[in-house]
C-alpha cells in the first residue's frame, strides 16, 4: 500500500474497505480498500487490513463496501446535456412507432408525464423515431391549427411540423423556401412546404422556439447528470454547449451543485442545434473563459462538417473514385481556416463528419496545422463511422483522437 497523505489532511479522508476495486493500473489491478482525500484524489490503495489500520490510526471515516464492485469513473466524449435533459423532462412522447396515422392521438396522450412540456410556452415540442414516410403538416393541422408542434426525428437532424410552426418562425408556408447548403425542405407538388425539415434547414425553426427559463434548465442539466452517473460516467464533453448551457453551468457551480467534469464544446456556425443565433459565428466561442470555473473548462470548439447517414436523410459527405470529397454537402468549405484559427488559441476542434468526405476534409485541415504547429491540441473527429485504411496510420503522427460517438436515446 501506499500512504501519500500528510497529517493535516489525513483526518478529513475516507477510507473504503472490504470492495472489488479495479484500478486500471498494470502492476495492481486489483485491491481491496483505498483511502480518498478531501480533495478528491486517492491518497491509498491497497489491502484492507492495511487501510483499515491506516484509518484507524487517522480517525478517518470508514466505509464498508461488503464486496461491492468499484472501478475509476467513466469520460463520456461526446454528451448532449439539453437534449438528454430535455427528453428526460421536458418532450412530450409519442412513442419511437410513432408515424402518420397514429401521431395525433399519441400527442394527445402521450407515454410520459410530461411534467415540464410547457417549459416552451405555448409551443408542443416532441421527440419522434427516425421518420415519416410521406409525412405532411396537415396530420397535425386539424387537431393544432393555431397551436406550434414539432416533433424531433431520430439523430436530432429533422423535424416534423404542423403550419403554426412554420408560421412562427417565419418559413414562407406556401411559396416554399430555397434549400440552404446541407438543408432541405421537403415540399408538396405545388411547392409549398410539407413541414418536413432537415439538417440546416432546420437553424430558423430552432431559434425560434422559446427558451426555457434558467431554473428548469438548471433542472434539465441536474437530471442528465444523475443519468450519468448511473452509468458510472462522472466527466464529460458536452458536444453543442451555448450561452444558455455555460450560464445555467456557472450558476449550478457558484452553488456547489455541479457534481460532473465538463469540456464545453461550443458550436461554430450552427442555429439548428443549439437555438441560439450567434454574430459573429465565434463570439462565444472567443467569450466562453469568462463561464471556465472548478468542473468547467471551456477550451473546445464543435464544428459540422457535413450532414448524417441515416436513410431519411444521407446528407453526409462521401468520397468520388480518386478519394475527392462531395463538396457540395461539406458546410466548412474554410475549415483549414478554422482549425488553425482556434488551434493557435490552444482550443480542441471537435469536428462532426459521418462520410468519407467530411472526414477526409477534416484530416487534411488537421494534418496541416500540425505541420506548422507540431505541439498544439489533440483534435477530434465525431460521428467517424467511415474511415478509409491508411487514415489510420496517419492518427498517431498528427496526434488525432477518432471517436463513434454512437447515438444513445435518452428519450
Known amino acids: 500500500m501506499s500512504i501519500m497523505e500528510s497529517t493535516a489532511t489525513a483526518p478529513n479522508s475516507v477510507a473504503y474497505i472490504n470492495g472489488r476495486v479495479y484500478t486500471v493500473n498494470k502492476t495492481q489491478p486489483w485491491a481491496e480498500a483505498f483511502i480518498v482525500d478531501p480533495h478528491g484524489k486517492f491518497s491509498a490503495v491497497g489491502n484492507t487490513l492495511e487501510v483499515a489500520a491506516a484509518a484507524k490510526a487517522a480517525s478517518m471515516i470508514v466505509y464498508d463496501l461488503k464486496g461491492r464492485f468499484i472501478m475509476p469513473g467513466i469520460h463520456d466524449a461526446h454528451v448532449h446535456i439539453i437534449v438528454s435533459g430535455s427528453g428526460l423532462l421536458n418532450w412530450v412522447q409519442p412513442g419511437l412507432d410513432v408515424n402518420k396515422d397514429n401521431v395525433a392521438e399519441r400527442l394527445k396522450n402521450p407515454g410520459c408525464a410530461c411534467a415540464y412540456s410547457h417549459v416552451y410556452e405555448d409551443w408542443i415540442f416532441a421527440g419522434a423515431g427516425f421518420g415519416f414516410a410521406n409525412f405532411d403538416r396537415s396530420l397535425l393541422d386539424k387537431d393544432y391549427p393555431n ?14 411540423t404542423n403550419t403554426a410552426a412554420l408560421r412562427r418562425a417565419g418559413y414562407n408556408v406556401e411559396q416554399g423556401e430555397t434549400d440552404p447548403v446541407g438543408g432541405k425542405h421537403e415540399l408538396r407538388p405545388d411547392g409549398s412546404l410539407t413541414g418536413e425539415l432537415k439538417d440546416q434547414a432546420g437553424n430558423r425553426l430552432m431559434a425560434a422556439l422559446p427558451k426555457p427559463a434558467k431554473s428548469h ?38 452553488e456547489g451543485n455541479l457534481n460532473m467534469q465538463f469540456a464545453t464544446h461550443c458550436l461554430y456556425k450552427n442555429e439548428w442545434l443549439t437555438g441560439e443565433i450567434q454574430v459573429p459565428a465565434d463570439r462565444l466561442i472567443l467569450s466562453a473563459d469568462q463561464y471556465r470555473s472548478r468542473h468547467v473548462d471551456t477550451r473546445f470548439v464543435k464544428m459540422m462538417m457535413d450532414g448524417a447517414c441515416t436513410p431519411d436523410l444521407m446528407s453526409h459527405s462521401d468520397v468520388d473514385e480518386n478519394g475527392v470529397p462531395d463538396k457540395s454537402k461539406i458546410l466548412l468549405p474554410d475549415a483549414a481556416e478554422l482549425v488553425e484559427r482556434f488551434d493557435s488559441r490552444g482550443m480542441t476542434c471537435k469536428i462532426h463528419c459521418m462520410g468519407y468526405g467530411g ?3 477534416a484530416l487534411d485541415a488537421f494534418e496541416a496545422v500540425r505541420q506548422k504547429r507540431p505541439d498544439g491540441p489533440r483534435h477530434e473527429v465525431a460521428h467517424c463511422t467511415q474511415v478509409l485504411p491508411g487514415w489510420i496510420l496517419l492518427l498517431p503522427v498528427i496526434g488525432l483522437t477518432i471517436t463513434n460517438s454512437v447515438f444513445h436515446r435518452y428519450y
Open 147 to 160: 397551436t406550434p408542434v414539432v416533433l424531433l426525428g431520430g439523430g436530432c437532424h429533422n423535424w416534423f
Open 359 to 361: 472526414a477526409k476534409t
Open 217 to 254: 434548465v438548471k433542472r434539465m442539466i441536474k437530471r442528465a447528470i444523475t443519468e450519468m452517473h448511473r452509468y458510472g460516467i462522472i466527466s464529460c464533453q458536452d458536444a453543442s454547449s451555448t450561452e444558455m448551457l455555460l450560464s445555467a453551468l456557472s450558476e449550478l457551480e457558484s
